[in-house]
Nanobody, 121 residues
């Protein structure tokens, strides 16, 4: 079955760094655009970063540009989110998302269970 297993969250001080990982299984990873979303308490889920199926294009929320980097390893079925210069407002549950990009998988959409990131001193 389809699985997206996130890891790497935790508690970090302001200014610190974390790297999130999302390992995918149960589908053809290279056919999917991958994204990281986050949801803070009382707020809607928001897109943080996206990377296309072959990694040619990346996009970021304005709030994380220059601080976060999304990347993927199609040989390892893994997408990463490197987060630096973390701020308290980055505190949220971070979710991995897979969205079918190639025509054959268009419309398919999968979510991970989320990993908590807390930025606090």
């Amino acid at each position: 079955q389809v699985q997206l297993d996130e890891s790497g969250g935790g508690l970090v001080q302001p200014g610190g760094s974390l790297r999130l990982s999302c390992v995918a299984s149960g589908f053809t990873f290279s056919m999917y655009g991958m994204s990281w979303y986050r949801q803070a308490p009382g707020k809607e889920r928001e897109l943080v970063a996206l990377i296309t199926s072959v990694g040619a294009i990346t996009t970021y929320a304005d709030s994380v540009k220059g601080r976060f980097t999304i990347s993927r390893d199609n040989a390892e079925n893994t997408v990463y989110l490197q987060m630096t210069s973390l701020k308290p407002e980055d505190t949220a549950v971070y979710y991995c998302n897979a969205r079918g990009e190639r025509i054959i998988v268009r419309g398919q959409n999968y979510w991970g269970q989320g990993t908590q990131v807390t930025v606090s001193s």
